[in-house]
């Protein structure tokens, strides 16, 4: 089975803290992905890439970037946290992009505090 | 805009019925359609694929159905459990290889 492992179930930072979430898949999968969930709002994609050192901007890309130097690791990063960060966040990856099922990670809870 | 549905909100059943959860979408140019289970404050975990080529598929208990040319798809569950409670999403894949989610139907399956 693919999996897909977030480094961490839960974090509290701080205002303003530069913030690393981590996202490893082990099924050498092109596609992957950063959503976040918030109640009400349901899912939004962050960023996604498609490949080594590509990246492309989703629905909600301001105050966060990306970083994929290795195929199965794929970070975001929170420039400077803001409490309007305090959400969950979800990895995801895919092995086609046209035909293959996304595979998801446990997720992050993230406060900002 | 791809833009993805799903009736009811919330539905709480006994234990033992038979239910199906609804999800429509509006542009019926897919790739594919995908059913998710969340567990709170948990991540998603993939229950059916189906292609766009595809009319259903099954496992187990479940078996999820799509008609791409009304833009809907079905979740039949049968002879629910309490282990079914969780909060079903679906999502299809539009022509970029975005997923598009649905805001979910919470499912309570009470003993």
């Known amino acids: 089975d693919v999996k897909v492992t977030q480094s961490s179930r839960y974090l509290v930072k701080r205002t303003g803290e530069k913030v690393f979430l981590e996202c490893v898949q082990d099924?050498?999968?092109?596609?992957m992905f950063w959503y976040r969930q918030d109640p009400g709002l349901g899912l939004r994609l962050i960023y996604f890439?498609?490949?080594?050192?590509?990246?492309e901007k989703g629905d909600i890309p301001e105050g966060y970037s990306v970083s994929r130097e290795k195929k199965e690791r794929f970070s975001l990063i929170l420039e400077s946290a803001s409490t309007n960060q305090t959400s969950m966040y979800l990895c995801?990856?895919?092995?086609?992009?046209?035909?293959?099922?996304?595979?998801f990670g446990s997720g992050t809870r993230l406060t900002v505090v | 805009k791809q833009e993805v549905t799903q009736i009811p909100a919330a539905l709480s059943v006994p234990e033992g019925e038979n239910l199906v959860l609804n999800c429509s979408f509006t542009?019926?140019?897919?790739?594919?359609l995908q059913w998710f289970r969340q567990d709170p404050g948990k991540g998603l975990t993939s229950l059916l694929l189906?292609?766009?080529?595809?009319r259903e598929q099954t496992s187990g208990r479940l078996n999820a159905s799509l008609d791409k040319s009304s833009g809907r798809s079905t979740l039949y569950i049968a002879a629910s459990q309490p282990g079914d409670s969780a909060t079903y999403l679906c999502?299809?894949?539009?022509?970029?290889?975005?997923?598009?989610f649905g805001q979910g139907t919470t499912l309570q399956v009470k003993p």
């Open positions: 995801a990856s895919s092995a086609n992009y046209r035909v293959g099922g996304y595979t």
């Open positions: 099924m050498d999968h092109e596609n």
């Open positions: 890439s498609y490949d080594v050192k590509m990246k």
């Open positions: 542009d019926s140019a897919i790739y594919n």
């Open positions: 189906i292609q766009s080529s595809q």
């Open positions: 999502a299809v894949q539009d022509n970029t290889g975005k997923l598009i």
